[in-house]
T-cell receptor, first 111, second 113 residues
């Protein structure tokens, strides 16, 4: 992936507000997408996934939206909590491909 | 508890030394992967294995080696040929590859002395 150096994009939200984290993916042939959450010094944790035959998928407090026309993926977190503070990144893969990962967005929840 | 165990959590390498990172899974997954994570960058694939006794190079395999003698284990050796080894290394597994979600271990931070 393209390097953005040491500084990740950061999203700061007030506790209780909704968060929207965006991801542009690169391959129009990709048909499976995952959002991961990674806390400092830990391994990535699966949040939610979506396949290309869907536009939207909901989990507990999270929603993933997929726009194949513009190759865009978003993660919405409802009622953001302090425990949601982490780096969030998307992953894409397609037939006979390995996953490609975005660099991530740092979510900071303000009290 | 089922999961992926990586050890050690922190590892230091001296100049010219080979070091081995351990990855064990008890999820009965066929596929295992090693990724390298550098600050501000997406994960990059080093090696992967879809089945015992078989593995393939990823995007940045130079300076690394792996083995897959058992389904549960996929150790990564960082050789002295890897000139910039400082990074966070993540092991992952999936039920099948490549279209199944990846489960990750907790990572190993490798630093150079």
């Amino acid at each position: 992936g393209e390097s953005v150096g040491l500084h990740l994009p950061t999203l700061s939200v007030q506790e209780g507000d909704n968060s929207i984290i965006n991801c542009a993916y690169s391959n129009s042939a990709s048909d499976y997408f995952i959002w991961y959450k990674q806390e400092s010094g830990k391994g990535p944790q699966f949040i939610i996934d979506i396949r290309s035959n869907m536009d939207k998928r909901q989990g507990q407090r999270v929603t993933v939206l997929l726009n194949k026309t513009v190759k865009h993926l978003s993660l919405q977190i409802a009622a953001t909590q302090p425990g949601d503070s982490a780096v969030y990144f998307c992953a894409e893969n397609g037939p006979r491909q390995n996953f490609v990962f975005g660099p991530g967005t740092r979510l900071s929840v303000l009290p | 508890d089922g999961g992926i165990t990586q050890s050690p959590k922190y590892l230091f390498r001296k100049e010219g030394q080979n070091v081995t990172l351990s990855c064990e899974q008890n999820l009965n997954h066929d596929a295992m992967y090693w990724y390298r994570q550098d600050p501000g960058q997406g994960l990059r694939l080093i090696y992967y294995s879809q089945i015992v006794n078989d593995f393939q190079k990823g995007d940045i395999a130079e300076g690394y080696s792996v083995s897959r003698e058992k389904k549960e284990s996929f150790p990564l050796t960082v050789t002295s040929a890897q000139k910039n080894p400082t990074a966070f290394y993540l092991c992952a597994s999936s039920m099948d590859s490549p279209s199944e979600k990846l489960f990750f271990g907790s990572g190993t931070q490798l630093s150079v002395l």
